[in-house]
């Protein structure tokens, strides 16, 4: 069970998260627009049919079913959206139970990359292609209303869109995929170039009348147990903490060019409002620390097949059941999810997914960190 101290915690956060009232956490804008990889995917990938279904035991801690989300419950996203007194954000291709569009919508898929898909991606969902897809959601929603043909009730007004929070989490899948054919320096020569498609991406939001920008940087791939089980055999790639020193150095390297970008881009954007969050370090941290935090597994994954050090099969994702050499093995989930980090190699758990939502928060890990002068304002008391 875990320890005394991470229920002490846990109890602390979601009081603080999820009941508003008591601990108020005042986001001045209407809506929230997202874009990204399977970080903050509330569906996308799953409601377009592509890769394998999520099988239980995904969702089961929340949600008490697959929800779309490559995890046991929410994500950041959903954690963040809660603290700000928000409804769970609908992915923009699911259309099941008339979801609601009226406080945002959620373009990110997972597998997706800032650079444009290959025939080897994960996801054809790109991040031009995403912001194709929120011009589509925008043009013909203003359209349509302008027309008569739909009401609001269900849907943004217009001055969302320009008052709207316009978050992104991308990149890790970009790097990740680029280790299987490049060499470490070539991983890292190749950041400026995806970099400037991001930035492509976020001129054209906005032209679009996006003011308001929260981009998260990626997190430390070197300690995913996917990336360790591939690429981590030789015990002089990892570092004194199990992770891969060279995934976790282009991580870095990637987020201070990112950063360098932010800066940048709030002289270009003038009147726009661009906050930077270092994810990296809440998540190291996370790892490094772990039994500080109560956590009891920091790199093992929870839902898995093949047992300690890493549970991770590359052959069996979570949930599966596949007949290998003869054998019929499952990728089944761990007893308690709350002592762990990771979930199903790659993603993280719904307990470590509050802990980076709830360092988020304090601003402490973001620039220019949360202020008076910021387009909105925090009541944290945590």
Same mark, same amino acid.
């Given at each position: ?81 809660? #603290?700000?007194?928000?409804?769970? !954000?609908? @992915?923009?291709?699911? =259309?099941? $139970?008339?979801? &609601? %569009? ?6 990110? #898929?997972?597998?997706?990359?800032? !650079?444009? @898909?290959?025939?080897? =991606?994960? $996801?054809?969902? &790109? %991040? ?12 013909? !929603? ?241």
């Amino acid at each position: 069970m875990a320890t005394l101290v991470f229920s002490t915690f846990f109890v602390i956060c979601v009081v603080s998260l999820l009941f508003p009232a008591a601990s108020a956490v005042d986001f001045d804008f209407p809506a929230v627009f997202n874009f990204g990889d399977s970080n903050s995917d509330t569906g996308n990938l799953v409601a377009a049919g592509i890769g394998d279904p999520l099988q239980p035991p995904n969702g089961r801690s929340y949600f008490s079913r697959p929800a779309g989300r490559f995890c046991d419950g929410r994500l950041i996203i959903d954690f963040l959206m809660d #603290a700000i007194d928000k409804p769970l !954000l609908h @992915a923009y291709l699911n =259309s099941i $139970s008339s979801p &609601s %569009f009226q406080n945002g919508c959620n373009f990110a #898929a997972a597998g997706s990359t800032i !650079l444009p @898909a290959t025939k080897y =991606s994960v $996801s054809p969902f &790109s %991040f031009r292609i995403q912001v194709a897809q929120f011009l589509q959601f925008k043009n013909e !929603l203003l359209l349509s209303l302008s027309r008569g043909e739909i009401e609001w009730g269900n849907v943004p007004q217009e001055e969302y869109f320009k008052k709207g929070l316009y978050m992104f989490d991308f990149g890790q899948n970009d790097l990740a995929s680029a280790f299987y054919s490049k060499t470490e320096d070539q991983v890292t020569a190749h950041i400026s170039t995806i970099l400037l498609e991001f930035e492509s991406g976020l001129k054209i939001l906005y032209d679009q009348g996006a003011r308001r920008f929260w981009i998260h940087n990626t997190g430390p791939l070197g300690c995913l147990a996917q990336n360790i089980a591939i690429f981590g055999k030789d015990p002089l790639k990892r570092d004194e903490f199990g992770c891969l020193s060279a995934h976790n150095r282009a991580a870095k390297l990637f987020n201070i060019q990112l950063h360098a970008l932010c800066t940048k881009l709030r002289g270009v954007f003038a009147d726009s409002s661009i906050i930077y969050v270092d994810v990296f370090n809440i998540k190291f941290d996370l790892i490094v620390n772990y039994f500080r935090y109560g956590f009891e597994h920091p790199i093992t994954a929870c839902c898995g097949h093949g047992g300690p050090p890493l549970n991770y099969d590359t052959r069996i994702s979570c949930g599966q059941t596949k007949v290998l050499k003869g054998h019929k093995l499952t990728a089944k989930a761990c007893d308690d999810t709350t002592e762990y980090i990771n979930w199903d190699g790659i993603h993280y758990t719904e307990t470590a997914n509050l802990h980076v939502a709830w360092r988020i928060l304090t601003g402490r890990y973001s620039d220019p960190p949360f202020a008076d002068d910021m387009p909105f304002s925090l009541k944290l008391k945590f």
